[in-house]
């Protein structure tokens, strides 16, 4: 398996703050990893593919960077419906996600 | 617009056998393009991929539960199904049907469209 470690677990920022989570893959994945949100109660919402596409429909203010084995995600102003849990997912080889990160209101 | 919907019961006794099916509703499974996948979350856990399945009725499980783990696909119906058997309580879950779309040179790529979820508890 490939194991997916995203840090920080939990992140506590204010509306209009710049967040960046990352996520760690145990091998290489080239840039087969995909970002989602998840709100409590709901499925979770692609945002971004390919490490670095944004998926139709999703605020430009998300944006995905990266390659091989380091990856992030970047919420350049933050807005109040962007209060979730965010997991990043390779896709290099048969899906594994990373435990998630918790933003939430400071 | 493509929709997905789980149905099954929210309750299996131990030992027993889950049953979910996903019903696709705006679009074709056999069109191709994409595999159906199944994923569950448990309570306040993130998320694990149980297998996906082609149109073909092609699979992929798993290999944490692939002994386990039957998909299947009913394309007259628009459907495609989860078969876990001897279920225990940490099969306790949030189970989804998504949408895996797939990139022609190299394969699944991500997670498109998913169901609402269903809540399945295994408790007798």
């Known amino acids: 398996d490939i194991q997916m470690t995203q840090s920080p677990s939990s992140v506590s920022a204010s509306v209009g703050d710049r967040v960046t989570i990352t996520c760690r893959a145990s091998?290489?994945?080239?840039?087969?990893l995909a970002w989602y949100q998840q709100k409590p109660g709901k499925a979770p919402k692609l945002l971004i593919y390919?490490?670095?596409s944004l998926q139709s429909g999703v605020p430009s203010r998300f944006s995905g960077s990266g390659s091989g084995t380091d990856f992030t995600l970047t919420i350049s102003s933050l807005q109040p419906e962007d209060f979730a849990t965010y997991y990043c997912q390779q896709a290099n080889s048969f899906p594994t996600f990373g435990g998630g990160t918790k933003v939430e209101i400071k | 617009q493509v929709q997905l919907q789980e149905s099954g019961p929210g309750l299996v006794k131990p030992s027993q056998t889950l049953s979910l099916t996903c019903t696709v509703s705006?679009?074709?499974?056999?069109?191709?393009?994409?595999?159906w996948s199944w994923i569950r979350q448990h309570p306040g856990k993130g998320l694990e991929w149980i297998g996906y399945i082609y149109y073909s009725g092609s699979t992929y499980y798993n290999p944490s539960l692939k002994s386990r783990v039957t998909i299947s696909v009913d394309t007259s119906k628009n459907q495609f199904s989860l078969k876990l058997s001897s279920v225990t309580a940490a099969d306790t879950a949030v189970y989804y049907c998504?949408?895996?779309?797939?990139?022609?040179?190299?394969?699944?790529?991500?997670?498109?469209?998913w169901g609402q979820g269903t809540m399945v508890t295994v408790s007798s």
């Open positions: 705006g679009g074709s499974i056999s069109s191709g393009g994409y595999y």
């Open positions: 390919a490490a670095s």
């Open positions: 091998q290489g994945i080239s840039s087969w």
């Open positions: 998504a949408r895996d779309y797939l990139d022609s040179r190299r394969g699944p790529v991500a997670f498109d469209i």
